[in-house]
């Protein structure tokens, strides 16, 4: 079966930086569109970015744009996230995703993902 595992969440003071790692195993990374996703306490799970499987193409939620930054690298069956400027409002439990597709598409809906990891804490606090 296919296993998405995050890592990289923590404690970060505001301002600070963090990259997420998400691995997958168990099928074919590179047919896969990925995205970032989180969901804070209280509130419904949201899109964060989203990355084709080619790595062409990308997009973000608007709260992130600019500061955040999704990639990928299918050699490693890898994917990432990397956080800067953070803010107290981006604490949420960070899930990465796949959608299984053959035309290198986007995958933003967070109904649509095929595949989900655990997820993993990041908290932005002083």
């Known amino acids: 079966q296919v296993q998405l595992v995050e890592s990289g969440g923590g404690l970060v003071q505001p301002g600070g930086s963090l990259r997420l790692s998400c691995a997958a195993s168990?099928?074919?990374?590179?047919?896969?569109?990925m995205g970032w996703f989180r969901q804070a306490p209280g509130k419904e799970r949201e899109f964060v970015g989203a990355?084709?499987?080619?790595?062409?193409?990308?997009d973000y939620a608007d709260s992130v744009k600019g500061r955040f930054t999704i990639s990928r690298d299918n050699a490693k069956n890898t994917l990432y996230l990397q956080m800067n400027s953070l803010k107290p409002e981006d604490t949420a439990v960070y899930y990465c995703?796949?959608?299984?597709?053959?035309?290198?598409?986007?995958?933003?809906?967070?109904?649509?993902?095929?595949?989900w990891g655990k997820g993993t804490l990041v908290t932005v606090s002083s």
């Open positions: 995703a796949g959608e299984i597709n053959y035309s290198d598409r986007l995958r933003t809906d967070v109904y649509g993902m095929d595949y």
């Open positions: 168990g099928g074919t990374f590179s047919s896969y569109a």
């Open positions: 990355i084709n499987w080619s790595g062409t193409k990308t």
